[in-house]
């Protein structure tokens, strides 16, 4: 009967010397949390740490920063939303400015400073950001998605990066002949599958709703154009996996040599330059495939909103005023090595590597979901229940495509409260 | 007769004897139970059945709309399928676990060099984190870069990938699979400490009667478990039905839907999308049937009175 | 004991080594997985060349990157503190309340074993957004005690069935035995029904530890400072960054945020002995 005491004691022993090694917060400082996605590039979160920690210095408080994954954002807002406890500052994502403006502290004054001074903002991040004519959020940067390409492939072929999406598919089934994809994520994830789906229909002329936001547009000839052609793409030149694909497939794939083409952020090249010499030099970047009726990419911006329930409202809008403003942006956004794009249309663009120069280009045309309607709460649901993705999944599968629309109208019709 | 009868499982009835004392004393050690259940499950939970009747959204106070939210749901394809899907996954999984599971306690029961790292080891799958876990397994299960892919295009049985994450019955056996890999420790281990409390003197006496290594199984081994199987089986049974790392993180409830748990599609509904109400009325859904499973499981331990 | 030989060796190999070499097989495999991707550079890692299995040139960059790049230690400090007492808390209660339904008889027993389980009727995925008010109303937010008080929410109903159905294997004899000597009801539950139910016990010790140890929401939801991170937040917040997963020091954080435990698990699974009931009912 020895362990049972000897594990007592051992417990005892663990759980009073972590107590004694507990982090004791300097009481007299006021505390600010802070919580942002953490991106891949651990030299750009390090700075951003550092900013935040000189800013603390000066103003004498404590910053408590915290990275999570960008997936588990929502859950984080979510409860913060709900019961009032949380990070004093917490980067947003999606619509979440539209969803619960009340939540979020208004910060035109902070934007209004940044416009001012950076000559004027993307129109995108103020579909993201501005409900009712005040700003819930400042914006902070973009990652936009661009068409990621093997420069030595194409070549090979006698090609240039596609302009069109039929370009891209003509291309595609030429590099499938060479062992090689052009592949495009069409499963259940939230980043790259959304761009793929809601960039093809809306580069065919489709949308969700009309401008008004709320009649249902989706029953078209363009969608059936739209859907048409993935099926014509999934057929002839995606792997057959695309279906099953989360936001990291298509990165994978690519760094292994087996994809030519694929839409997705500078991740790829960040991650190559690391990770896959072989291929890293051979990377190049184009803006996304436009089709009949335009050019247009599904991302959004990340925005930093300061949370109403915080105690220390000024300070936490004033730690976003510093850490979004121009000089602390760039340094940061050099930490991205590309990747990250700037939301303000004035900033001095410090050198970027010439095959990353059309990232900053792409943030105009991104699009968020619900466009050319504005962003609603409905257009969220319609996006996280992937309804438009699953349209274009079942299209693929074989479902005679008059049906998968029918279905996928159904259903918004009913988000939308119009059975 | 030293066998010892097996008591039914069911918590004690009221009855003679000591009945004063015991009672106060039952009350009070179950009190600490039902305290901290009490102000911590009670209330959330009552909490989130009142948001199920409501229209509520994160942070908004929703407007009160009774069954409405359940009534929408039934007429939704995505949840009727969400709800065939968790059946299917659940009944299969659990099946399988318990097969399996009791295969590895008679294994890993014998004696034989090593034993008791092979416990360690068997439990590894319970021990890592999911979250982990099933990243390794969305490398496992990729179409280009899957082990199970590669192996079998190098010994020449497949001729391209399996994408076995895209088709809607593979990526159901798939999270099958994970599901079964990681939860075959829990009945292993289980059983296991189950067989530790079956008398010796049975074995041997039954080994002396010239009873075979069947039947000693099926008339000692098992009669005997029987409470412990009960006891795991609804445990497991409650939790694979509201699963939800291993679909979060390797099919999110795709392809189409196929995949999605109640847990997933409550998590999609109230947390990505913000319909809370709508949410928590998709996972009330488990009500019935988790209650029809623990009224079943307390039926059959009652009878297994000796 | 003599070598086994001939027939003997065959039956061994029939009800031993095959089906354990199957099941071993079945589940390392993915742990051979991961093992191997943690120790291979990145390189080796999204070549089509290379094995999966197999690892060229070995590496331990990844499990020193999780200790000089982020407080893996902090993190594994904060899991070991709160399920270690998430554990202990829930045991002691799940044992009490166990012994309760278990022997003693009093009225409502059947009910209230049963009303246990409401725990389990709502998923704590979404469960968490109801229990944030709680834990934000007890003050507990953003401290170590949201998890030492929440998690026995799931832990102890498990416990308490788990741990009712070990003591009701127990011969009732031994208990009464004691009693008759003079033995309290305590007293009894201390020295002979928990010696007893040992194994019992040390399984419903070792569930509930990893529950403690992997579970993800609550950690997530309910802290917000760096200092209080366990680990499976910690490393998915680090590590899985969107859609750059730095697969090497994911599976390193794996490894060793389970192998330890298991080589715990498998130091006391000695006391694993088959007949600890037998001698008590003859004495």
């Not at chain 2, 929703?62 to 749901?73: A, E, K, P, Q, S």
């Not at chain 2, 189950?194 to 003197?201: L, N, T, V, Y």
């Not at chain 3, 004899?173 to 033995?183: H, L, P, R």
Request: proline content about 6%; charged content about 15%.
């Amino acid at each position: 009967m020895r362990w049972p005491r000897r594990a007592l004691l051992l417990f005892l022993a663990v759980v009073t010397s972590c107590l004694v090694w507990s982090p004791v917060g300097d009481a007299q400082q006021p505390r600010l949390g802070i919580t942002i996605s953490s991106w891949f590039i651990p030299a750009a979160n390090d700075l951003l740490k550092e900013m935040a920690a000189d800013w603390a210095k000066q103003k004498g408080v404590t910053v408590d920063f915290e990275f999570i994954s960008d997936t588990d954002l929502v859950a984080k807002f979510t409860t913060a939303a709900e019961t009032g406890a949380g990070p004093d500052v917490l980067q947003v994502a999606s619509l979440h400015p539209h969803l619960y403006p009340t939540k979020l502290v208004d910060v035109t004054d902070v934007v209004t400073q940044l416009e001012s001074r950076h000559g004027g903002i993307v129109q995108i991040a103020k579909d993201a950001a501005v409900v009712n004519g005040r700003w819930r959020a400042v914006p902070f940067y973009a990652t936009p998605q661009v068409l990621n390409y093997r420069e030595d492939v194409l070549k090979e072929l006698g090609e240039q990066p596609p302009d069109t999406w039929e370009d891209a598919l003509r291309i595609g089934k030429k590099v499938k002949a060479r062992s090689m994809f052009w592949g495009e994520a069409l499963g259940h994830c939230p980043v790259d599958c959304i761009t793929t789906t809601y960039s093809i229909l809306w580069a065919y002329g489709a949308k969700e709703v009309e401008k008004d936001g709320k009649t249902i547009a989706l029953n078209s000839p363009e969608t059936v154009k739209a859907l048409e052609f993935i099926k014509r793409a999934a057929d002839e030149a995606w792997p057959p996996g695309v279906l099953g694909w989360d936001n990291s497939s298509n990165n994978r794939a690519f760094l292994g040599g087996q994809l030519a083409m694929t839409i997705n952020a500078a991740t790829i090249w960040y991650a190559a330059k690391r990770q896959a010499p072989a291929v890293f030099p051979h990377i190049n970047h184009a803006l996304i495939p436009r089709g009949p009726a335009g050019r247009a990419a599904a991302f959004w911006p990340s925005s930093l909103a300061v949370m109403e329930h915080s105690k220390q409202k000024e300070l936490a809008k004033d730690l976003v005023r510093y850490l979004t403003d121009g000089p602390q942006l760039s340094r940061w956004l050099e930490k991205t090595e590309g990747a990250g794009a700037s939301l303000l249309k004035g900033l001095a663009e410090k050198s970027r590597d010439p095959k990353l120069q059309v990232i900053p280009k792409a943030v105009e045309w991104g699009r968020l979901p619900g466009w050319p309607g504005p962003p609603t709460r409905e257009a969220a649901e319609v996006h996280a229940k992937y309804l438009l993705v699953d349209m274009a999944q079942n299209a693929v599968k074989g479902m005679p495509i008059p049906k998968a629309v029918e279905q996928a109208v159904a259903e918004m019709k009913r988000i939308y409260g119009q059975q | 007769m030293g066998a010892r009868a097996i008591a039914d499982l069911a918590p004690s009835q009221a009855s003679p004897r000591r009945l004063g004392r015991d009672a106060v004393l039952g009350y009070l050690w179950v009190t600490p139970a039902l305290l901290l259940l009490g102000t911590l499950v009670a209330y959330p939970f009552l909490l989130a059945l009142y948001w199920s009747l409501t229209s509520k959204t994160a942070g908004v106070a929703g407007t009160f709309v009774g069954l409405d939210n359940f009534i929408y749901l039934l007429g939704d394809r995505i949840f009727r399928k969400t709800l065939g899907n968790t059946a299917v996954f659940t009944v299969a999984s659990v099946s399988v676990k318990l097969v399996i599971g009791m295969i590895a306690a008679l294994v890993l029961d014998q004696a034989f060099r090593g034993r008791n790292l092979a416990r360690g080891l068997f439990l590894l799958p319970w021990i890592v984190p999911t979250s982990l876990s099933a990243l390794a397994w969305l490398w496992i299960y990729d179409d280009m870069f899957g082990v199970i892919s590669r192996l079998g295009m190098d010994l020449g049985v497949l001729r391209t990938p399996i994408p076995f994450l895209a088709d809607s019955l593979l990526a159901m056996l798939a999270i099958i699979v994970v599901n079964v890999w990681r939860g075959v420790s829990f009945f292993a281990i289980s059983f296991l400490a189950g067989m530790q409390s079956i008398a010796g003197e049975l074995y041997e006496a039954a080994a002396i009667d010239g009873a075979g290594a069947g039947r000693r199984f099926w008339h000692i081994t098992l009669p005997g478990l029987r409470a412990v199987m009960a006891v795991a089986t609804l445990f497991s049974v409650i939790w694979t039905f509201s699963d939800f790392t291993i679909v979060h993180v390797v099919t999110r409830g795709g392809p189409a839907n196929s995949t999605h748990l109640l847990a997933t599609l409550a998590y999609q509904t109230a947390i990505i999308g913000g319909k809370v109400g709508e949410g928590l009325a998709v996972s009330s859904f488990m009500f019935p049937f988790l209650l029809v499973i623990i009224f079943l499981q307390l039926h059959f331990l009652r009878r297994s009175e000796d | 004991m003599t070598r086994t030989r001939g027939p003997a060796l065959l039956g061994r190999t029939v009800w031993l080594y095959a089906p354990l070499l199957l099941l071993m097989s079945f589940t390392l495999f993915p742990f051979w997985w991961m093992l191997a991707t943690s120790l291979k550079p990145d390189r080796e890692l999204y070549s089509l060349q290379a094995s999966p299995l197999l690892v060229k040139t070995v590496t331990f960059d990844h499990y020193a990157a999780l200790f000089t790049e982020m407080p893996f230690l902090i993190w594994v400090r904060n899991s070991l503190v709160v399920s270690f007492t998430a554990t202990l808390v829930s045991l002691v209660i799940g044992a009490l309340a166990g012994y309760s339904l278990a022997r003693l008889r009093f009225r409502g027993a059947t009910t209230l074993g049963t009303i246990i389980f409401v725990a389990y009727l709502v998923p704590t995925t979404v469960l968490f957004l109801p229990l944030a008010y709680v834990v934000h109303w007890l003050g507990l937010y953003n401290t170590p005690f949201a998890l030492m008080v929440t998690y026995p929410t799931f832990l102890v109903p498990f416990c308490s069935w788990f741990l009712m159905g070990y003591f009701k294997t127990i011969p009732r004899e031994i208990e009464e035995c004691a009693m008759v000597d003079g033995c309290t009801r305590a007293g009894a539950l201390w020295r002979i029904v928990v010696p007893l139910a040992t194994p019992g016990i040390l399984s419903a010790a070792i569930f509930a530890f990893t529950f403690s140890w992997n579970e993800f929401i609550y950690a997530l939801t309910f802290l917000q400072a760096p200092a209080y991170k366990t680990i499976p937040v910690g490393v998915i917040g680090q590590v899985a960054t969107g859609e750059v997963f730095f697969w090497g020091k994911l599976m390193a954080a794996a490894v060793l945020g389970s192998v330890p435990i298991a080589l715990i698990y498998s130091a006391v699974s000695g006391q694993f002995a088959a007949g600890l009931t037998s001698g008590a009912v003859k004495a």
